[in-house]
């Protein structure tokens, strides 16, 4: 059974920095695509930032520069980097593997972590 833990939210104050974090278990494929994504009140996750198998990464235009995802494929977790953090950061964040399957992805997701930033 596949399972994401994200860890290391919190309350920053505008221009800080936090690190998130992303434990899993259960990976038994070579995922797709490694990401974090965030979650608005009353809005649909957003993508932050993908790392995809071949090492290429993307990141969300609005985080561009501040916000760096890495990917430890010795024990399977990730991280994501916040710096220069903004109150529009606030969000709930999630961890996300993609499983390859025959005829698209699967998506694994983990509870989330709070970030708030404060002005």
């Known amino acids: 059974q596949v399972q994401l833990v994200e860890s290391g939210g919190g309350l920053v104050q505008a221009g800080g920095s936090l690190r998130l974090s992303c434990a899993t278990s259960g990976i038994n494929f070579s995922p797709n695509a490694w990401g974090w994504y965030r979650k608005f009140p009353g809005k649909l996750r957003e993508l932050v930032a993908e790392?995809?198998?071949?090492?290429?990464?993307t990141y969300g235009d609005s985080v561009k520069g501040r916000f760096t995802i890495s990917v430890h494929n010795a024990n399977n977790t990730l991280a994501l980097q916040m710096n220069s953090l903004k109150p529009e950061d606030t969000a709930l964040y999630y961890c996300n593997v993609k499983k390859p399957l025959y005829n698209g992805n699967y998506y694994y997701w983990g509870q989330g972590t709070q970030v708030t930033v404060s002005s």
């Open positions: 790392m995809a198998r071949d090492g290429t990464s």
